[in-house]
């Protein structure tokens, strides 16, 4: 391990499910690595919003965080995929698979990637290779519902959130601060 690398050893970590946390945990985790020094990159496929609260609190860690959005505003409807919506996430796919490679960084998460595969915006085989091929130091995190069974096998850690109740539900609309 050397002075720009913290961590001798690296794992691979998914949060998937249904349920309302995926995002949230990674960023708990990013927090808690800003705390030891970590130097962290977030890609957040589909997602072009700018309103997000986290991307204002990155800008007080940006010595060591970088937090990039790839994606239109809104949100990417499963069977209404658009052409600019594959096009965009292959781009950011190519991207993540440099910042992974780079060695630069010693937690990179990718964001919503495992909905990306789901909705057929990028291959699963180039998920896979990025992950076989991550450097030994770099803890990478995937996100997003419905994790490819090959993505899980690959994978240190899997944790499923399950939703049981959500006040979406009955009406609750986004709050700015928890939801954004």
């Known amino acids: 391990m050397t002075e720009s690398h913290k961590l001798a050893r690296g794992l691979v970590q998914v949060y998937t499910g249904n349920g309302k946390g995926k995002t949230t945990a990674s960023l708990g985790l ?7 020094g970590l130097r962290i990159h977030v890609m957040q496929f589909m997602k072009g919003q700018t309103i997000y609260g986290e991307l204002e609190s990155a800008k007080q860690f940006a010595d060591n965080l970088t937090i990039e959005q790839v994606g239109l505003p809104g949100f990417v409807k499963e069977g209404k995929q658009t052409e600019v919506d594959h096009d965009m996430a292959q781009k950011a796919l190519v991207r993540a698979k440099v910042i992974v490679a780079s060695g630069d960084y010693d937690l990179v998460v990718l964001d919503e990637l495992n909905c990306a595969v789901d909705f057929d915006l990028v291959e699963l085989g180039a998920v896979k290779e990025l992950i076989r091929t991550k450097p030994e130091h770099t803890e990478l995190v995937i996100t997003g519902r419905n994790a490819h069974p090959d993505v899980v096998e690959m994978d240190d850690l899997v944790t499923e959130m ?9 009406g609750q609309p986004a709050r700015v601060g928890i939801e954004s």
């Not at 990013?30 to 030891?36: D, I, T």
């Not at 399950?162 to 009955?170: L, Q, S």
């Open 30 to 36: 990013v927090f808690r690595a800003l705390g030891h």
């Open 162 to 170: 399950r939703e049981i109740k959500h006040y979406f539900n009955n």
